[in-house]
């Protein structure tokens, strides 16, 4: 990477979102398969590290790693979902803000309806309309009791949608003026800090756009300002991003200050530390990343029940692998036929138009 190309190029954003989706899924099934850790994401506990540790073994070692840290992908895509917008809205000119952001909010719910449509061929008839209304209205993230109803990761299209409406703002804010970054960063540990040290209710603003503006924020930021950033394109800085990043991640486990800063602290953590690596271009995480919103859309109901409960009764960690990856083929295989079907629909629309 030299100063005059983009932080991110297209391949590169594939390569991150190809990592943070299967850091997410591998999540969501080994959330469910012993030994069950609970993970500082929606509140804090300390208590949470130390059940990590006491449950923690070398056999179990890909089971306990990311049943209690794999959540971290989804502060990745929040920050490449900040650098894609500004990426493609700054060459408008400033131009058609309201019908872009539209668009792409457009784009997500499609995605959001199409995961839906697949979710009720495959529970049919076993559904629950009032909890399938409360979903598709968006507003679960608003209520800790309705937060994961129906399908636990569909919590993140109301997040991401949020966080959509709200990148104009962001965008111009930025752009105005750099150092506003810092007063969108004050802005959140007042609120959180508050939250945490008050002992409040923090599931509604850990699942609302309040609670990542900081990586939303940093994404619009470096794509506006990557050229005046030299440090990104230093192998040894990038080192030293990934080292101060990793104590802070750590450091979340424990204690509160630093709960509060983890979010951001994953997302730089992930870019920083592949950088330092000079991690060349994989194809399958590439692949990975394209169709990725079919993963999500999908695994969190696509035979997850069948093959973790089918992992649980092994008792053999690396009986538990294979059902996983079992798991992963399908979802895989379901993403991809959904990517070629929707996608091939969306290209012939859009040639006939």
């Given at each position: 990477?030299?100063?005059?190309?983009?932080?991110?190029?297209?391949?590169?954003?594939?390569?991150?979102?190809?990592?943070?989706?299967?850091?997410?899924?591998?999540?969501?099934?080994?959330?469910?398969?012993?030994?069950?850790?609970?993970?500082?994401?929606?509140?804090?506990?300390?208590?949470?590290?130390?059940?990590?540790?006491?449950?923690?073994?070398?056999?179990?070692?890909?089971?306990?790693?990311?049943?209690?840290?794999?959540?971290?992908?989804?502060?990745?895509?929040?920050?490449?979902?900040?650098?894609?917008?500004?990426?493609?809205?700054?060459?408008?000119?400033?131009?058609?803000?309201?019908?872009?952001?539209?668009?792409?909010?457009?784009?997500?719910?499609?995605?959001?309806?199409?995961?839906?449509?697949?979710?009720?061929?495959?529970?049919?008839?076993?559904?629950?309309?009032?909890?399938?209304?409360?979903?598709?209205?968006?507003?679960?993230?608003?209520?800790?009791?309705?937060?994961?109803?129906?399908?636990?990761?569909?919590?993140?299209?109301?997040?991401?949608?949020?966080?959509?409406?709200?990148?104009?703002?962001?965008?111009?804010?930025?752009?105005?003026d750099k150092a506003n970054l810092?007063?969108?960063?004050?802005?959140?540990?007042?609120?959180?800090?508050?939250?945490?040290?008050?002992?409040?209710?923090?599931?509604?603003?850990?699942?609302?756009?309040?609670?990542?503006?900081?990586?939303?924020?940093?994404?619009?930021?470096?794509?506006?300002?990557?050229?005046?950033?030299?440090?990104?394109?230093?192998?040894?800085?990038?080192?030293?991003?990934?080292?101060?990043?990793?104590?802070?991640?750590?450091?979340?486990?424990?204690?509160?200050?630093?709960?509060?800063?983890?979010?951001?602290?994953?997302?730089?953590?992930?870019?920083?530390?592949?950088?330092?690596?000079?991690?060349?271009?994989?194809?399958?995480?590439?692949y990975t990343g394209r169709i990725?919103?079919?993963?999500?859309?999908?695994?969190?109901?696509?035979?997850?029940?069948?093959?973790?409960?089918?992992?649980?009764?092994?008792?053999?960690?690396?009986l538990k692998l294979c059902c996983?990856?079992?798991?992963?083929?399908?979802?895989?295989?379901?993403?991809?036929?959904?990517?070629?079907?929707?996608?091939?629909?969306?290209?012939?629309?859009?040639?006939?138009?």
């Open positions: 990477m030299t100063k005059n190309e983009p932080y991110l190029s297209y391949n590169q954003t594939l390569f991150f979102k190809g990592i943070a989706i299967l850091c997410i899924l591998l999540h969501n099934f080994f959330h469910w398969v012993e030994p069950v850790t609970y993970q500082n994401e929606m509140s804090f506990t300390a208590n949470s590290v130390y059940c990590f540790m006491e449950e923690f073994s070398a056999a179990e070692t890909v089971n306990g790693f990311f049943s209690f840290f794999g959540f971290y992908g989804v502060y990745v895509f929040i920050f490449l979902s900040g650098y894609g917008l500004t990426k493609a809205f700054a060459p408008l000119n400033t131009g058609g803000g309201i019908s872009f952001i539209i668009k792409h909010i457009a784009k997500i719910y499609k995605l959001f309806l199409i995961s839906v449509f697949v979710y009720v061929l495959y529970k049919f008839p076993n559904i629950n309309t009032t909890a399938l209304f409360y979903t598709l209205s968006l507003t679960n993230n608003f209520f800790p009791e309705r937060l994961f109803l129906v399908n636990g990761p569909w919590w993140f299209f109301s997040l991401i949608i949020q966080l959509y409406l709200t990148f104009l703002p962001l965008y111009y804010l930025l752009k105005k810092i007063y969108i960063f004050y802005f959140y540990l007042i609120c959180a800090g508050f939250l945490i040290y008050t002992d409040g209710q923090v599931i509604e603003f850990y699942a609302n756009f309040a609670g990542h503006l900081p990586e939303f924020s940093l994404g619009i930021y470096i794509a506006l300002y990557e050229k005046e950033l030299p440090f990104l394109h230093s192998r040894l800085k990038n080192i030293y991003l990934a080292a101060g990043s990793l104590v802070i991640i750590i450091g979340a486990q424990f204690f509160k200050l630093f709960f509060i800063l983890g979010f951001a602290a994953s997302s730089i953590f992930a870019l920083s530390f592949f950088f330092a690596l000079n991690w060349r271009e994989n194809k399958f995480l590439q990725s919103p079919y993963l999500f859309g999908f695994n969190g109901f696509l035979f997850r029940h069948y093959w973790t409960i089918t992992a649980e009764e092994t008792n053999n960690a690396f996983c990856g079992v798991w992963l083929a399908i979802n895989y295989a379901a993403a991809a036929a959904a990517c070629r079907l929707f996608n091939k629909r969306a290209t012939s629309t859009t040639s006939k138009v």
